[in-house]
């Protein structure tokens, strides 16, 4: 998992083309860093295109991590937001399904593409007053042509 925090507090998370345990101690040990500063962040989460979904073995590891009591305790004070970005209009409905089961440390936006995801993580940011390095349309015009220029 890449970590792009140019414009912190919103901080963008590229996950690898395939999870696995590689994976998912990059996802825990770029988390702990934002964990350990303790600041409060939105984040947009990408995946390279065409990359399949994350397998029920992959689900479980990535559930056992998001639920782990001090991860959703930092994820609840820190993160004011999240958005997932799926095109998949099928595996986005199945994921919007499975939030409402379970509920998300953090408010957590299913989205169609890298602007929605954008657009809701700005608003986010100006809804909780967080300062962002330089003006929101600066920030999401350089978020957006970083994440297509690495995802796609």
């Known amino acids: 998992m890449r970590f792009i925090d140019d414009w912190f507090p919103l901080i963008a998370t590229i996950n690898a083309p395939l999870f696995d345990e590689h994976e998912l101690k990059s996802m825990a040990d770029g988390f702990e860093r934002y964990f350990e500063r303790g600041e409060r962040y939105t984040l947009i989460t990408v995946s390279p295109r065409n990359a399949p979904a994350p397998g029920p073995r992959e689900r479980k590891m990535i559930a056992e991590w998001a639920n782990h009591p001090r991860v959703r305790d930092f994820s609840k004070r820190l993160c004011v937001g999240s958005a997932t970005v799926i095109t998949n209009p099928v595996a986005r409905a199945a994921l919007t399904v499975i ?12 989205v169609p593409s890298i602007a929605k995801g954008l657009d809701y993580c700005l608003r986010r940011v100006q809804e909780e007053r967080l ?3 330089g003006p929101a349309d600066l920030a999401r015009y350089r978020a957006e042509l970083d994440l297509i220029a690495q995802n796609y």
């Open 131 to 133: 300062a962002l390095p």
């Open 99 to 110: 939030t409402a089961l379970w509920k998300p440390a953090s408010p957590l936006e299913v």
